[in-house]
Nanobody, 115 residues
């Protein structure tokens, strides 16, 4: 089993920045992909960014150039740096880990972009 704990959400003004963190614990040796998803009120959960073990990244068109996913393998932690935030980025953000047999999810952290 893998446990994921997110942190770093909050309220920010448009144009501001936030950094989300996802700390993994448990059986982390089998994780080969890490990502961030978000779910706005009344909408489906969507991929924001992901990174696979060899370092390849992929971003949603809506965040490319503004968000950056990164990882610290030594700490079993990955991050989502969010810059130039917009009101439409408001959502609950979930971190995700892809293992050999299962996907794992964090509990979610609220990001609200509002003036």
């Amino acid at each position: 089993q893998v446990q994921l704990v997110e942190s770093g959400g909050g309220l920010v003004q448009p144009g501001g920045s936030l950094r989300l963190s996802c700390a993994a614990s448990g059986s982390t040796s089998g994780i080969f992909g890490m990502g961030w998803y978000r779910q706005a009120s009344g909408k489906q959960r969507e991929l924001v960014a992901k990174i696979i073990s060899i370092g390849v990244t992929n971003y949603a068109d809506s965040v490319r150039g503004r968000f950056t996913i990164s990882r610290d393998s030594a700490k079993n932690t990955w991050y989502l740096q969010m810059n130039s935030l917009k009101p439409e980025d408001t959502a609950v953000y979930y971190c995700n880990a892809v293992g050999q047999k299962s996907d794992y999810w964090g509990q979610g952290t609220q990001v609200t972009v509002s003036s």
